[in-house]
Nanobody
Framework: QVQLQESGGGLLQPGGSLTLSCAAS????????IGWFRQAPGKEREGVSC????????YYIDSVKGRFSILRDNGQKTVYLQMNSLKPEDTAVYYC????????????????WGQGTQVTVSS
């Protein structure tokens, strides 16, 4: 199975921007849809965004539409989550995850997970 590693998290003020990276290893990422999930303290993990293996289809949770963008570079085996106009409620540990071909909004459908990267938005 593909192995994933997130990077790019940090501490920033509201209104700031951050780009998270999800790098794949061991296998090509071309055949996998990559999803970004987040989990805030005391809350359930939620699907934030996902991009299909071909890159032809994406989705975003309503709360991040217009602010976040998901991109993939299969040559670099990396998927990015560009986050703009960040809000305190975006504070969470962000995970990327992989499943074959198609996106899903259900975390249980994903077979490989990274370790997570912390994003904290605070003034």
């Amino acid at each position: 199975q593909v192995q994933l590693q997130e990077s790019g998290g940090g501490l920033l003020q509201p209104g700031g921007s951050l780009t998270l990276s999800c790098a794949a290893s061991r296998f090509t990422v071309d055949d996998y849809a990559i999803g970004w999930f987040r989990q805030a303290p005391g809350k359930e993990r939620e699907g934030v965004s996902c991009i299909r293996s071909s890159g032809s289809s994406t989705y975003y949770i309503d709360s991040v539409k217009g602010r976040f963008s998901i991109l993939r570079d299969n040559g670099q085996k990396t998927v990015y989550l560009q986050m703009n106009s960040l809000k305190p409620e975006d504070t969470a540990v962000y995970y990327c995850a992989a499943r074959r071909i198609f996106c899903s909004r259900t975390s249980g459908d994903f077979v490989s997970w990274g370790q997570g990267t912390q994003v904290t938005v605070s003034s």
